[in-house]
């Protein structure tokens, strides 16, 4: 739904239902999360997980409210507030970070300056298998193959967000 708003235009998305799945916005929306969800949400934009909502899903989005129930990792390229009573279980990674009085949080906390949030910080195996949405044996093959770029720290691959990005781009290209 589009409202307009002093010439410009607003999309809003107000979900208030079950829904299960991945959500991925390649502009900038408001969306509001009042009900249940389950899979991965990759937004641009505001995001507010309303006071009765339920998500389990890795949540990325670049202004972000909690209120509600989160269990999966957070990164807010801007900023993350987690408002009473929201109870939110997983790691963390946002350059500004509120969490009001009465609020749960269980996790790591990762505080990034703003060009890290935008996608230059480093991920490990288990969080690049989520984002790509691909195994972590088939990265860890990968990674010493070189097939993906990646950098081995002791018995641990660190892969950095925007040289993954970059190669994505040029596998597609090569198709």
Same mark, same amino acid.
């Not at 239902?17 to 969800?37: E, H, W, Y």
């Not at 288990?126 to 018995?155: F, H, S």
């Given at each position: 739904? *589009?409202?307009? /708003? ?10 208030? *239902?079950?829904?299960?799945? #991945?959500? $991925? ?8 999360? /009042? ?7 990759? #937004? ?12 389990k $899903? ?5 202004? +972000? +409210? ?11 390229? &801007?900023?993350?507030?987690? +408002? *009473? ?35 230059? &910080?480093?991920?490990?195996?288990? !969080?690049? $298998? &989520? ?6 044996a ?6 010493a ?21 970059r190669?994505?781009?040029? !596998?597609?290209?090569?198709?």
């Amino acid at each position: 739904m *589009a409202k307009k /708003n002093d010439e410009l235009h607003e999309r809003i998305l107000d979900v208030d *239902a079950s829904m299960q799945g #991945t959500i $991925a916005f390649k502009d900038p929306v408001n969306l509001r999360i /009042n009900g249940s969800f389950e899979g991965k949400l990759d #937004t641009k934009g505001s995001l507010t997980i309303g006071e009765n909502a339920k998500v389990k $899903a890795p949540i990325t989005g670049d202004r +972000i +409210i909690v209120a509600g129930r989160v269990t999966g990792d957070i990164v807010a390229r &801007q900023s993350l507030s987690i +408002i *009473a009573p929201a109870v939110v279980r997983g790691n963390v990674r946002t350059p500004t970070l509120s969490v009001t009085e009465g609020s749960v949080l269980e996790g790591q906390i990762a505080m990034l300056n703003l060009n890290e949030a935008e996608g230059d &910080q480093f991920m490990n195996l288990k !969080e690049l $298998a &989520q984002y790509l949405e691909v195994e972590m044996a088939t990265l860890d093959e990968w990674a010493a193959k070189r097939k993906i770029p990646a950098i081995q720290e002791g018995n641990a691959w660190k892969f950095r967000k925007s040289e993954v990005d970059r190669w994505i781009q040029e !596998e597609k290209l090569k198709v």
